[in-house]
């Protein structure tokens, strides 16, 4: 049975800072894809970030430069680091693993940013 346990979180000020973690159980996730997705209320749910199994990342334009995606192969656990948060980053955040071709998601995470 795949789950996914995020914890982090939680609401910050702007310019503050907030980490995000996710484990994964039930597979051996090192080939897999990892991945946070951002969703604000009445919106689609969006990709954040992701990083592969050889450790190369991708960002959304909106948080280069402020969010860092890492993994730790051994723990099968991906981490967001997000600093400089601003209010528009308030939403509900969610890990996602992409596993042959079928994704898992985790339980999301609320995060707000007041101004």
């Known amino acids: 049975q795949v789950q996914l346990v995020q914890s982090g979180g939680g609401l910050v000020q702007a310019g503050g800072s907030l980490s995000l973690s996710c484990a994964a159980s039930?597979?051996?996730?090192?080939?897999?894809?990892m991945s946070w997705y951002l969703q604000a209320p009445g919106k689609t749910r969006d990709l954040v970030a992701s990083?592969?199994?050889?450790?190369?990342?991708t960002y959304a334009n909106s948080v280069k430069g402020r969010f860092t995606i890492s993994r730790d192969n051994a723990k099968n656990t991906v981490y967001l680091r997000m600093n400089s948060l601003i209010p528009e980053d308030t939403a509900v955040y969610y890990c996602?693993?992409?596993?042959?071709?079928?994704?898992?998601w985790g339980q999301g995470t609320q995060v707000t940013v007041s101004s």
């Open positions: 996602s693993v992409d596993y042959l071709g079928a994704r898992y």
């Open positions: 039930g597979r051996d996730f090192r080939i897999a894809s």
């Open positions: 990083i592969g199994s050889g450790g190369s990342t």
